[in-house]
C-alpha cells in the first residue's frame, strides 16, 4: 500500500500486481481481539526509551523448534502455507499427480490432536485457484478466500466452512479492484473489505451461519485487522492516510489510542492489541514499534537489508515478523534483537502465540524442490540474544 496520502493509497487499490506464487502468498490473519477495546483516553505511563535493535544469528534451539514442528502433508501432496493461529494452521494441499491430476487442490485446516486435516473446500479449478487467505474462531466457523486466478488483482470468492455442521458455502465473491482480502472470524460473525467500485472498497459483516450482509464503512482502505475489540484499517484522508477504526461490537467509529491515531502516511501497520507495529518512511525505512505504556513510539529496526521493501508485519506474542523480498525476520521485543527465520524467499505468517514459516528446500521452480513448513508456539522459544 501506499505512504504517502490518498493518491498512493487509492492507486495502489487499482493497479494490478505481479504473478502470484506459493513463495508470495499473502498470508491473512487475525490478531486475535477480545470484545474489550482500549481506553486510549488513559495516558500512558511513561517507560524506558526502547534502544535500536541488532541483528543476531538464528540460535540453534530456533532451529531445532522448527525442525519438530516441521508438518508432513498426507499422502504425498505438495502444501503451500496460508495463515496460523492458536491452535490451527490453513493450508493448500494440490494432489501429488500434478496441479491438473486427479489428485485436485483443497483448502484444508489442520487442528492440533487432529491426526487428519479438514477440508474446507476442493477446488474448481484445480490449476487456476488458489487459497489466499483464511480465519478461524478456533471452535466452529472458519472462513477463507480463494484467487480464481493467478495475479492478485484476478477477482476472488470468500467462504464460510461450519465444522460442526461440516457444510461450506460462498459467502460473497469480489470482482472489482480493492483490497486484498483478509476474512476475520468474531463472535459468529464474518468481517472482510472488497472494492466496491470508484476506487472505494466497503467493510462488511455478516453472521456466519447465514443472513444478510451489513455494510459498516466504506472509504478508500486497505485490508483491515482486529486487535483488541477494534476492527482496524488504513484509510485516505485528505492529502494523507491515517489509521482509521470501528468497534467489533457494533460497527460504530471507536478510538484508537492517542500514539496510533495521531500516524500519517505509513504502512504495514499491525497490532495485537497491546504491541503494535507499522513501517514508517518510505526512502529510508524503519520498523517503529509502540507498546501500551511506553510514551512514544521507538525506530526499532533502521538501516539494514532486513528494512529493504519490509511488509507483511506479523505479531506473535513477543515478537514481531515481517518479510522483505529475499526473506523474513522476527524481533524479539524482550531482548531488542532480530534475527532472519527462513531461508532465501522463505515466509512467516502469525497470530496470538502460532508462528508458522515456509520456504523451499532446491529451487523452488525446479521439480526436485520441496517446500518445508513448520509450525511453532512463539512463547516457548528461548530469546534471542541480547544485542552487545
Not at 534502544?51 to 516441521?70: D, I, K, M, N, Y
Not at 526512502?283 to 507498546?291: G, K
Request: net charge positive.
Amino acid at each position: 500500500m501506499g505512504t504517502s496520502g490518498s493518491r498512493r493509497l487509492r492507486t495502489a487499490l487499482l493497479l494490478p500486481v505481479p504473478l502470484l506464487t506459493s513463495a508470495l502468498l499473502l498470508a491473512g490473519c487475525s490478531s486475535g481481539g477480545t470484545d474489550r477495546p482500549p481506553a486510549p483516553s488513559r495516558a500512558p505511563t511513561r517507560a524506558p526509551a526502547r534502544a535500536a535493535a541488532c541483528e543476531v544469528a538464528l540460535p540453534a534451539a530456533w532451529r531445532s523448534a522448527f525442525a519438530t514442528g516441521e508438518y508432513r502433508p498426507p499422502g504425498g501432496e505438495r502444501a503451500v502455507l496460508t495463515d496460523a493461529g492458536p491452535g490451527w494452521t490453513a493450508l493448500q494441499l494440490t494432489g501429488s499427480e500434478g496441479l491438473a491430476g486427479s489428485g485436485g487442490r483443497r483448502a484444508v485446516l489442520v487442528r492440533g490432536g487432529e491426526p487428519t486435516p479438514r477440508t474446507l473446500l476442493r477446488f474448481a479449478d484445480p490449476v487456476e485457484h488458489q487459497l489466499l487467505a483464511a480465519d478461524f474462531d478456533g471452535r466452529r466457523w472458519a472462513a477463507f478466500a480463494v484467487l480464481e486466478g493467478r495475479t492478485l488483482d484476478s477477482p476472488w470468492s470468500l467462504y464460510v466452512a461450519d465444522l460442526t455442521g461440516g457444510t461450506t458455502r460462498r459467502l460473497a465473491r469480489a470482482d472489482r479492484p480493492g483490497p486484498l482480502p483478509r476474512p476475520v472470524v468474531h463472535d459468529g460473525t464474518v468481517l472482510w473489505a472488497q472494492g466496491t467500485g470508484a476506487g472505494k472498497a466497503t467493510v462488511f459483516a455478516a453472521p456466519a451461519g447465514g443472513g444478510p450482509a451489513r455494510t459498516w464503512h466504506t472509504g478508500v482502505l486497505d485490508t483491515p485487522f482486529t486487535t483488541g475489540g477494534l476492527l482496524v484499517w488504513r484509510e485516505a484522508d485528505g492529502d494523507h492516510t491515517r489509521p482509521a477504526a470501528v468497534s467489533l461490537r457494533d460497527g460504530r467509529p471507536a478510538a484508537l489510542p492517542p500514539p496510533i491515531a495521531a500516524l500519517r502516511d505509513i504502512r504495514a501497520l499491525v497490532s495485537d492489541g497491546t504491541t503494535w507495529a507499522w513501517v514508517a518512511g518510505e526512502t529510508a525505512p524503519r520498523l517503529m514499534v509502540w507498546r501500551t505504556g511506553e510514551a512514544r513510539p521507538t525506530a526499532a529496526v533502521t538501516g539494514s537489508p532486513a528494512v529493504d521493501g519490509m511488509d507483511q508485519l506479523r505479531i506473535a506474542g513477543r515478537l514481531v515478523t515481517w518479510r522483505t523480498p529475499e526473506t523474513s525476520y522476527a524481533l524479539d521485543l524482550d531482548s531488542g534483537a532480530y534475527a532472519r527465520i527462513t531461508p532465501a524467499y522463505g515466509y512467516a505468517t502469525a497470530a496470538g502465540n502460532a508462528l508458522a514459516v515456509a520456504f523451499s528446500l532446491g529451487n523452488a521452480k525446479a521439480s526436485g524442490a520441496r517446500p518445508v513448513i513448520q509450525v511453532v508456539d512463539a512463547a516457548r522459544l528461548p530469546g534471542l540474544p541480547h544485542c552487545g
